[in-house]
């Protein structure tokens, strides 16, 4: 399903900005990561889509459709909330099953089970969801969004809060999650760290304005302004080579760092997940 | 907004032209009343509240002597419950809500056949040490104070152990570690931990006491009187409702005060999850402190309970044998005596019912429609906050001259009104409670308002509603003042029987009926009890 956001403004009562006049396409299909420092509106953003609030004008737009007037309930897009929302007096499957049962589908429970199984999960049916842990939690909520299938699914900052092996789990399992729907996904995360692996289209955002959007490598290449520039600083974007070793295909690269001179003998710390491949040129 | 919130405006309406109507409008006749007034009427006022019944000294040395009194029980008892282990802990929490449920009038009863002339200390004192004249506890002053601080304690208690239980602990160890001992490090920093809750409680035991009618009205006698009692008095039996006007309004402006004072602190003590709070100790029966902390909880429950065992023991004990008898309630339940104007206790005890559920739900009803709203309105706060300086008589008074008197549905809707408040910060706790992201979730899975409301909202706010009904129900169950206002002799209720009984010194009628009212309490506070883990009560 394809985005178009035209002219969207939202302003809030007691909040230094306000969001102006944006204009923004998000592709089919594709994975969209939502970047930002903390309060510039990504998750503001992501809440328009859903239809959790309403634009004070503007138009918002899936595929052909204008759905800026439609409620949350008749858009049809999976959102995985930032604290996961559990419904908390309902069981792991009531949680996964309440979508299709709102829809009044016929096949609620195989659909149920086909999301638990998705997410690896099926057998905790009927936990209640305070007992889970924080990435069993996450996985409810991500199949509770999957289970009726929406079009477009919506993750707010879904790695915030886990703990370093966790959060590589996770990202495992969205990337498997996405290889098998194959459906939109608009990921809001913090910085590009979680998302980089994933994501086909990035949308910098800052004080409700959109910096710039584009693919990962268009904006480390030509930023168009100094605070994209600035945000990307932080990263070193390597160009690395596909090799087979031992018939095991590996990247290699080359990392250079400006450092400070220091005795003793340099290393680097890499994160295992964050490398990805982009269609030649 | 989108078109679908365009129904609330419905509830939203209904809900301000209800307390338009039924809170603001009968407070607005009383002050035009009260500023219509001919001179003699103003004579008079000053004269009460100056020099005949000395009223503005003496309602206020009351209710100062109430709070302190409270305040200095409830402190000890907060600190047992919040910092000590001891058996049946939750079985004594919960015996120290029953005061909140417990009718005044009973509280009366018991307390005469305790502490009264022909009571149980007295008849100890001149049976065992040969007193010829009885000591009066009760008539006066005295009595007025012990009966306000068993009624108010345990509400003292309530708000400063919550504070203790969730105070943080890291503050005192910082104190420890930068050299301050025990009584140092309670000095500056628990203190201050506890204060907003001491202070937040004792204004609101003030305000209680300072409206306090059925306790004043039966100890006060006709030298004692507050605002309040007087104010009855000049409308029933001098019909002076000129100066009865002034002294209503008078006594607004000054609960107004106090309640900006209340509410100033409780916002201030606000509970936070407690991450870091202390874990309560055993009680160590073999130090002296360990003794004095048994003792100050055995008191305190033996202050709490034996105001309703002395009554019921009072009410199956043949006066002249002490054996077992059911007299009492032969009275209430089989006598065809009519001393009610033609009505009988079986009636009265109908008519309570009927206006204890009928307040209640309507109440409730309310209460959702406030909570449900979501949209913070001005409007509901103000009548939440502004229900707390106006007294059951005030109130009725704005009746009497609104609509007149001896209709039942008066009753029902000023009860409700006064249960509003009540209910509606159940319900308010219950729904705040419940994450706004829960609710996004289930609209953006498909469910619309209404699926909300069912699926997610109802379930977690069912026990809360159930308690305030139970407790709306035990509130208009034991309000007597309003009834006696309104009711013009036509539908007394069960705190009326009992009144009136009390005053043809029929002790055994007062207390059978007594002992009904006490089964119908039990049953609201059982469910408020069976609950009161779950839902935030205060």
Not at chain 2, 281 to 287: C, E, G, M, V
Not at chain 2, 432 to 440: F, G, N, Y
Request: glycine share 6%; proline share 3%; with cysteine.
């Amino acid at each position: 399903m394809r985005v178009k956001i035209e002219n969207l403004s939202k302003s809030y009562f007691g909040l230094s900005w306000k969001m102006e006049n944006v204009f923004l396409e998000i592709p089919e299909g594709k994975v969209t990561a939502v970047v930002g420092p903390s309060g510039c509106g990504k998750t503001t953003l992501l809440r328009l889509l859903a239809g959790l609030e309403f634009p004070d004008q503007g138009n918002i737009f899936f595929d052909e459709k204008n759905v800026t007037s439609l409620s949350a309930e008749k858009r049809e897009v999976g959102l995985v909330f930032q604290n996961e929302a559990l419904f908390s007096h309902l069981t792991v499957f009531e949680n996964v099953a309440f979508g299709l049962k709102m829809k009044q589908d016929k096949n609620i429970v195989a659909k149920t089970k086909s999301a638990l199984v998705l997410v690896h999960l099926l057998g905790l049916d009927n936990r209640s969801v305070i007992q889970l842990s924080g990435g069993e939690k996450k996985r409810v909520a991500l199949a509770r969004a999957l289970a009726v299938q929406p079009k477009l699914l919506l993750l707010d900052e879904p790695l915030n809060g886990l703990d370093a092996g966790l959060k590589e789990k996770i990202k495992e399992l969205l990337k498997e999650l996405w290889k098998k729907t194959k459906l939109g996904l608009i990921w809001v995360a913090h910085d590009l760290d979680d998302v980089f692996y994933l994501a086909d289209w990035v949308i910098v955002m800052n004080d409700g304005k959109i910096e710039q959007a584009g693919s990962p490598i268009d904006l480390f290449l030509k930023p168009k302004n100094e605070f994209v520039k600035n945000f990307f600083a932080q990263y070193q974007l390597i160009q690395a080579k596909s090799l087979l070793e031992n018939g095991k295909s590996v990247i290699q690269g080359t990392i250079r760092l400006n450092t400070v001179s220091e005795k003793g003998t340099p290393y680097i710390n890499v994160k295992k997940t964050n490398y990805k491949f982009l269609p030649d040129a | 907004m989108g078109k679908n919130y365009d129904f609330w405006i419905i509830p939203k309406v209904f809900l301000i032209l209800f307390f338009l109507t039924f809170f603001v409008y009968p407070l607005a006749l009383l002050m035009v009343y009260s500023l219509q007034v001919q001179p003699d009427a103003l004579v008079q006022f000053f004269n009460l509240i100056f020099s005949s019944k000395y009223l503005l000294v003496n309602s206020f040395f009351q209710a100062s002597v109430s709070t302190l009194g409270a305040v200095l029980v409830g402190i000890p008892v907060a600190f047992v419950i919040a910092r000590r282990n001891f058996p049946f802990k939750q079985a004594v929490k919960s015996l120290f809500l029953i005061p909140f449920v417990f009718p005044s009038i009973l509280v009366v009863i018991s307390f005469i056949l305790v502490f009264g002339n022909n009571g149980w200390i007295n008849q100890f004192l001149q049976n065992s040490f040969g007193f010829q004249v009885p000591v009066n506890f009760l008539y006066g002053f005295q009595g007025i104070i012990l009966a306000h601080i068993f009624y108010n304690f345990p509400l003292v208690a309530k708000f400063v152990s919550t504070a203790w239980e969730s105070s943080d602990k890291t503050m005192k160890e910082a104190a420890q570690t930068l050299g301050a001992n025990r009584i140092q490090t309670f000095f500056s920093i628990t203190v201050f931990q506890l204060l907003p809750s001491i202070l937040a409680s004792a204004s609101l035991v003030f305000i209680y006491s300072f409206m306090s009618f059925a306790i004043v009205l039966s100890f006060g006698g006709i030298q004692f009187s507050t605002f309040e009692v007087e104010i009855f008095r000049q409308i029933v039996q001098n019909l002076n409702l000129g100066t009865a006007s002034l002294l209503a309004v008078f006594q607004f402006f000054v609960l107004v005060l106090v309640s900006g004072v209340y509410f100033y602190f409780s916002k201030k003590f606000i509970i936070f999850e407690k991450p870091n709070s202390e874990k309560p100790k055993n009680i160590n029966l073999l130090s002296a402190q360990g003794i004095v902390e048994v003792s100050i909880l055995l008191l305190a429950i033996l202050l709490v309970v034996f105001p309703f065992l002395s009554l019921i023991l009072f009410a199956v004990t043949d006066p002249n044998t002490g054996a077992f008898t059911l007299k009492a309630f032969e009275k209430i339940f089989f006598a065809q005596q009519s001393s009610l104007a033609g009505t009988t206790p079986v009636l009265a005890i109908g008519y309570t019912l009927f206006f204890a559920l009928a307040a209640s739900v309507l109440a409730v009803f309310l209460g959702l429609l406030a909570v449900l709203n979501q949209t913070k309105t001005r409007f509901t706060s103000l009548i939440v906050s502004g229900s707390l300086a106006v007294s059951t008589i005030t109130l009725g008074f704005g009746y009497l001259l609104g609509f007149g008197s001896g209709f039942f549905w008066l009753i029902i809707l000023g009860h409700a009104v006064f249960v509003f408040p009540f209910s509606f910060r159940l319900l308010q706790n219950a729904i705040s409670k419940i994450d706004p992201d829960e609710l996004a979730a289930a609209r953006v899975l498909g469910a619309n308002r209404w699926r909300v409301l069912k699926f997610i909202q109802w379930p977690l706010m069912k026990k809360s509603v159930l308690v305030s009904l139970a407790f709306g129900f035990a509130v208009s169950l034991g309000e007597l003042g309003f009834v006696l206002l309104m009711y013009d002799g036509i539908y007394p209720t069960m705190s009326v029987y009992v009144y009136r009984m009390l005053s043809h010194f029929d002790l055994g009628a007062a207390a059978g009926m007594g002992v009904v009212l006490i089964a119908l309490s039990f049953f609201c506070f059982y469910f408020i009890e069976k609950h009161s883990s779950k839902v935030q009560v205060f």
